[in-house]
């Protein structure tokens, strides 16, 4: 079994830690990262342990 490194991915906004891990091995393209403690959605990008912040959302757009 092969080991990978996890990190946890920190929310764009405030900077504190999200409830999400990601490993070495993981590729998000046009993720939306939600924080529940700053109520905030951002798209983020994620590969090689390296997140990209495309856009944060200004408003929420939900159709129930």
């Not at 070495?24 to 342990?49: G, R, V």
Request: glycine share 4%; with cysteine; hydrophobic share 35%.
């Amino acid at each position: 079994m092969v080991s990978a490194i996890l990190e946890w991915i920190h929310c764009p906004v405030c900077g504190n830690k999200t409830r999400l891990q990601i490993r070495t091995d993981t590729e998000l393209k046009n993720f939306p990262l939600y924080y529940p403690k700053c109520k905030q959605e951002s798209l983020i990008d994620a590969k090689n342990l390296q997140i990209t912040v495309i856009k944060g959302f200004e408003e929420k757009h939900r159709t129930d």
